[in-house]
């Protein structure tokens, strides 16, 4: 099969329960549209109440009753173990998939399974590392901690990086043991499906794993509002952040929010460009800016604005939008919707007389119709223009120019979220006195990784969400606590 081949299409096959495909109740579809040329060319089952309803009580008597219950932790270990193997040895098909139904480039889409795997793995070798402390208390009594299971755990995921948002999630909640509902994105969710089709081809028991494709306001809600979950992860918009939370306070059950950023580089005069700026404008770009993490801010010491600019707009007037088969710096955003989204922030930016400091291009040849948009930077963006201020999941950065170290840090820490922040300087004692300030879930000091980082716990302060996924700390989040008190004399 070449990139032009149209990957297999595994997903039609419906909802999955008990390692087993079934047609959703509805008996309705939605379609699935290629990013690169806008064309349906798959579709996904349209799950509703009833389908959460049975994939809920799969896993709970999966939890319960079932084998997945009784395995011990290093068995579950094992399990994922193999389904990080498996991904890997199905990686060049599941990028194909990944690429054609996100629009990403190959390069991306691969990278991407290399990190779905990694979680698998990652959180496989944790399955049985989980310790609990012992506690002094009274004479006569002996006091442990462990950490427990939830049971039955929804995880809602978003579309721009559907194969590792569903090893991040998943990962961790089943390395703990609870059984999953998983409610992948309508716009992007062909991979998911395909990996849970390969967790059961190495042994996951049924009931573990299952996926209620399906649109967000029938799938997405009736899964967070289910009585019989026990937690839900969330991975998406602020206004849905809302829905979710609002729908776990009903059910007193606790939640995380992963609600994006508008994430700064604070960048003092004194940094190495030759190594920030690649970094940097990568860091927006990857994924055509449609990252939770982009880091979409470029604070700039004044003294050093020009020169980054001049730097900065010369590696983005060079940069290319294509389909994932161009392989180029950047894919098309996801759907219409999103495209609009953008150019919506580029007509009021234009309307505000915000300046254009450098675009890109889209290439030649690609399809008419895909949801293609042209890379830009802008500056000096006015502090409180959306531009500085909102996110827009697209490629676009917004630079500003600060005066001190003072006002670098009001700047970083002036938008509503905090989920991740870059310092870079060679000043180590000043990059470390900003990176203590900067109210962000990830602080990276002369470096910046958006996306990936599967060691590294990550969330968000404020309104980026509450929460932490990755790292071990995700394995405290998909657990909660018993305390056992004996008396002994
Ligand atoms: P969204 O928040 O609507 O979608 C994320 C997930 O939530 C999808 O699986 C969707 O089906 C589900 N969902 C939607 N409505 C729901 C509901 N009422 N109840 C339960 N689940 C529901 O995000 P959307 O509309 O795809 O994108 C809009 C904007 O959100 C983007 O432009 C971007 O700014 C932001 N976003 C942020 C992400 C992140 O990684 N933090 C990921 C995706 C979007
Ligand atoms: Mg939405």
Redesign the pocket.
Known sequence: MNAQTPAPVAAAKGIFINNAWRPAASGRTVPVYAPADGKVFAEIAAGTAPDVDAAVKAARAAVEEGAWGRLSATERGRLLVKLGIAIADHAEELALLEARDTGKPMKQARADMVAAARYFEFYGGAADKLHGETIPFLNGYFVATERERFGVTGH?????YPAQMFGRTIGPALAVGNATVI?????ACLTPLRIAELAAGVGFPEGAINIVPG???EA??AL?AHRDIDFIAF???P??GV??QTAAARNHIGCTL???GKSPHVLFGDTDLDVAIPVIVNTVVQNAGQT?SAGSRLLVERGAYEEVVARVAERFSKLRAGTPEMDLDLGPVINAK?KE?VEGFFARAQEKGVPVLAQGSIAEGVPEGGFYVTPRIYGPVPRANELATQ?V?GPVLSMLPFDDEADAVALANGTDFGLMAGVWSRDGSRAMRVARKVKAGQVYVNAYGAGGGIELPFGGMKKSGHGREKGFEALYEFSTLKTMIIKHD
Do not use: H, M, Y
């Open positions: 809602i995921i978003p579309w721009n409610k992948p994105a309508e716009d649109l967000g306001e997405g809600a967070s991975t998406g918009s206004e849905v829905l979710i992963e609600l994006g939770c999103q989204r996110e999941f």
